[in-house]
């Protein structure tokens, strides 16, 4: 299952028709929250709850798992990544580029963030996926669990973390952006 695919599926066809997230919410009875996710890709959803959203949304389960054939290898660089409107992410000083968005079937989810300073303070997340981080440049502080457990990163440094760990990173006092890998699998 595509996880980023069915959540830009999701999301664009309830943003064409108009629809709140509250709206999809009420229609499948699922929470806002696990909308709000799933949009996001930070949850997978069971087949029964796809197929309430699918009903929702007017669609077919068919719609989430048709895959244009793509070739075995699909080329980019960081500079041609599609932007990802993710988490109100750019509240945050981040903007994720989708750097495989060519190559519609594929098990592994690889990420570009860019950070840039922010006032807000991003909340801790999890994902459903594990998680695999390389910082490219800059300084970031990378928090697990909560605000006590920080370890600082510079450039060249990797994180690897299991699904499910509450998680957040901030640019490092002093430092003017940041660019990351981050690879979803």
Known sequence: M??????????????????????????????????????????????KTLSSIADALGITMSHFFETKETPPCVFGTLDTGEAVDRDDAGRFGMQYTDLA??????????????????????????????????????????LLYDETNVTPMKAGATAYLSKNIPHTVRLSKGTAAARALIVYC
């Open 101 to 142: 968005f060519r190559k519609l079937d594929r098990a592994m989810k690889p990420f570009l963030i860019t950070y840039s300073p922010s006032k807000n303070k991003r909340e801790f997340l999890a994902h459903d996926n594990d998680e695999f981080f390389l910082l490219l440049d800059g300084a970031v502080d990378f």
């Open 2 to 47: 595509d996880l980023v695919n069915i959540a830009r599926i999701i999301k664009e066809t309830r943003l064409k028709q108009d629809l709140t997230i509250e709206t999809v919410a009420r229609k499948t009875g699922v929470s806002k929250g696990f909308i709000s996710r799933l949009e996001n890709f930070r949850v997978t959803p069971s087949i």
